[in-house]
T-cell receptor, first 115, second 120 residues
C-alpha cells in the first residue's frame, strides 16, 4: 500500500549510543518532516526537507541530524542518544495539490526509549 | 506567528453523552488549513477532517461534527452520543498556506492535544 513507512517501530538505546531512523515514502512527495511527540506537548517539528539534498531545522533540532539523499527517503540520526530523546517519532510527507491543499501522510511512528 | 491552543487537557464523559473539543488558532495568513487528528491507544495518527480558511460551512460526518468560526478563530469538534471507542487523544492542527520568509512549507502546527476518555 502507498504511504509512509518508518523503520524500526520500537527501539531501546543506551545513553550515548547512536542510531538512525528511516522514513520511506512512495508517493513522490516533495516535502518530508520528522516530528517528535511527548506527553502533553503535541507533535513538534525536528527537521524537515523540501526536496532531495535539502534539509532544514525545525522547532526542536538539537541532538538530531538528518539527510535526504534520495527523494523517497528521509533519515533521522541520533549521534549520542540522551534520555531526553525518549519519545515517539513520526515521519510525514506532503506535497501541494490542486486547490492549494497540502496532501499529508504520516507514518505509524517509532517508539524510542533511551535508558 | 502560528499557534494552536487546545485548552482542555483531559475530558471524561459517560457513554452516549455529547462532548465538544475546543480548538483556537492564531495565524497571520489569510489562507490556511485546519485539521483534526485522532490518536487511539495504538498510537497511529488518524486523519479526521481538513478545512480551508475560505470554507466556513459546518460539517457533519456521522456522529462527528465540526464548527469553524473565523470570527473567533475557533474550529471545535463535537462527538454526539459518544462511545468507548472514541477514547483517544485528539489533536487540532494548522497549516499556513502562504510561504513567507522563515516559514516551513507544509508544516503542521499542532495543539497539545485533548485526552478524551469515554466510560461505559
Amino acid at each position: 500500500n502507498a504511504g509512509v513507512t518508518q523503520t524500526p517501530k520500537f527501539r531501546v538505546l543506551k545513553t550515548g549510543q547512536s542510531m538512525t531512523l528511516l522514513c520511506a515514502q512512495d508517493m513522490n512527495h516533495e516535502y518530508m518532516y520528522w516530528y517528535r511527540q511527548d506527553p502533553g506537548m503535541g507533535l513538534r517539528l525536528i527537521h524537515y526537507s523540501v526536496g532531495e539534498g535539502t534539509t532544514a531545522k525545525g522547532e526542536v533540532p538539537d541532538g538530531y541530524n538528518v539527510s535526504r539523499l534520495k527523494k523517497q527517503n528521509f533519515l533521522l540520526g541520533l549521534e549520542s542518544a540522551a534520555p531526553s530523546q525518549t519519545s515517539v517519532y513520526f515521519c510525514a510527507s506532503s506535497t501541494p495539490v490542486t486547490g492549494g491543499y497540502y496532501g499529508y501522510t504520516f507514518g505509524s511512528g517509532t517508539r524510542l526509549t533511551v535508558v | 506567528a502560528q499557534k494552536v491552543t487546545q485548552a482542555q487537557t483531559e475530558i471524561s464523559v459517560v457513554e452516549k453523552e455529547d462532548v465538544t473539543l475546543d480548538c483556537v488558532y492564531e495565524t497571520r495568513d489569510t489562507t490556511y488549513y485546519l485539521f483534526w487528528y485522532k490518536q487511539p491507544p495504538s498510537g497511529e495518527l488518524v486523519f479526521l477532517i481538513r478545512r480551508n480558511s475560505f470554507d466556513e460551512q459546518n460539517e457533519i460526518s456521522g456522529r462527528y461534527s465540526w464548527n469553524f468560526q473565523k470570527s473567533t478563530s475557533s474550529f471545535n469538534f463535537t462527538i454526539t452520543a459518544s462511545q468507548v471507542v472514541d477514547s483517544a487523544v485528539y489533536f487540532c492542527a494548522l497549516i499556513p498556506d502562504v510561504p513567507y520568509r522563515g516559514s516551513t512549507l507544509g508544516r503542521l502546527y499542532f495543539g497539545r492535544g485533548t485526552q478524551l476518555t469515554v466510560w461505559p
